[in-house]
């Protein structure tokens, strides 16, 4: 008798610990604001891509808070989930084009450089 008083006690205490909804995801808010934070530094504002997918980001944040404030906070979790990946894109994007502007630099230097050695003489 003692065990399934003790079994109905423990299924009581889990029921109403899911009742109670989700936890506030103040984490994932704190890692959207940061990799926001992280493409808009990086230049997301230039590239369309980039840019697209960091207004994306801001917007599911903006949806995430008010989530939190009518106590929805799965919806509010999934919806920083999508924002962290669209950040996330957003600094990739924008890594990508920093790369392809500097290798393409790269490049046009190097072939400057060797102009001017073969105007000099220089061998190849």
């Known amino acids: 008798m003692e065990t399934k008083t003790m079994m ?3 299924g009581l205490v889990l029921a109403t610990g899911c ?3 989700a936890p506030l995801p103040t984490q994932q808010m704190a890692d959207v604001q940061s990799a926001n934070r ?13 840019e697209l997918h ?10 995430a808070k008010r989530a939190v404030a009518d ?16 950040a996330e894109l957003a ?3 924008t890594r990508e084009d920093n790369a392809k ?8 230097e190097s072939n400057g450089k060797r102009a001017v050695n073969q105007q000099l003489g220089a061998p190849q």
Not at 38 to 50: H, I, M, S, V
Not at 54 to 63: C, G, I, M, V, W
Not at 101 to 108: E, G, K, L, S, Y
């Open 8 to 10: 109905f006690m423990a």
């Open 38 to 50: 992280g493409a808009t530094e990086l230049g997301a504002q230039k590239n369309p891509r980039a």
């Open 71 to 86: 106590d929805d906070n799965e919806r509010a979790t999934s919806l920083l989930m999508r924002a962290k990946a669209d």
């Open 101 to 108: 502007t500097q290798a393409t630099n790269a490049v046009d």
């Open 19 to 21: 009742a109670s909804g």
């Open 54 to 63: 960091l207004k994306l980001a801001e917007e599911q944040l903006e949806q």
């Open 91 to 93: 600094v990739a994007l």
